[in-house]
């Protein structure tokens, strides 16, 4: 099964700053999906951005984008100009792209968490 | 539409009641999941389906059941609650093959 480390369990940051969170995953998969969601305390799951595996190009969504490391089976986000709206939990996630798993079907393995507190 | 909804929002019981959460789906998915949020330890599958009429254990499935309903409908029951239960469950529904996962609000879980 692949596994998906966080290993940041917190992270702070200044409003108008920029923070990298980490993520690490093992999988001997050539083809695959990495997300990454954010949970604020109203604990909604919300995606923040998508990866796939066989895309060059790292994926972008407004201040949010990932930089994304094949070789090293690596996946960090970065927030540009944080706001205090961004204070969340950040889960990183992973999914394999040939479709069904008999293990899990087309759920999704998730690490840890990490939890981004945004100061004045 | 609605997504996908789950109650209650909030449940107490004690040491071997039983309850179902119940969760439900307006987009026509096929897939469904149930995941448990416990501190630390990111959300876990505990059970999916994959489409209609199949229900498969995930990766912490004992001291659970679940019924596929219908296509809409997908619930989770604890026959004999556990303080070990103590958690916030997750439901969440995709379609069949594609990367997105859709959630509902949650349902934070005591066990006494």
């Known amino acids: 099964a692949q596994t998906v480390t966080q290993s940041q369990p917190e992270m702070s940051v200044q409003e108008a700053e920029t923070v990298t969170l980490s993520c690490t995953y093992d999988?001997?998969?050539?083809?695959?999906?990495l997300f990454w969601y954010k949970q604020p305390p109203s604990r909604q799951m919300i995606l923040v951005i998508r990866?796939?595996?066989?895309?060059?190009q790292n994926a972008t969504e407004n201040r949010f984008s990932v930089n994304f490391q094949k070789a090293a089976k690596s996946f960090s986000l970065k927030i540009s100009d944080s706001q205090l709206g961004d204070a969340a939990m950040y889960f990183c996630?992973?999914?394999?792209?040939?479709?069904?798993?008999?293990?899990?079907?087309?759920?999704?393995?998730f690490g840890k968490g990490t939890s981004l507190l945004v100061t004045p | 539409n609605a997504g996908v909804t789950q109650t209650p929002k909030f449940q107490v019981l004690k040491t071997g009641q039983s309850m179902t959460l119940q969760c439900a789906q307006d987009?026509?998915?096929?897939?469904m999941y149930w995941y448990r949020q416990d501190p630390g330890m990111g959300l876990r599958l505990i059970y999916y389906?994959?489409?209609?009429?199949?229900?498969d254990k995930g990766e912490v499935p004992n001291g659970y059941n679940v019924s596929r309903l219908n296509k809409r409908e997908f619930s989770l029951r604890l026959e004999s609650a556990a303080p070990s239960q103590t958690s916030v469950y997750f439901c969440?529904?995709?379609?069949?093959?594609?990367?997105?996962?859709?959630f509902g609000p949650g349902t934070r879980l005591t066990v006494l």
């Open positions: 969440a529904s995709s379609e069949q093959g594609s990367t997105e996962q859709f």
């Open positions: 999988t001997s998969e050539s083809d695959y999906y």
């Open positions: 990866q796939e595996a066989y895309k060059q």
């Open positions: 996630a992973y999914r394999s792209a040939w479709g069904y798993d008999s293990n899990s079907g087309y759920a999704l393995n």
């Open positions: 987009m026509n998915h096929n897939s």
């Open positions: 389906s994959a489409s209609e009429g199949t229900t």
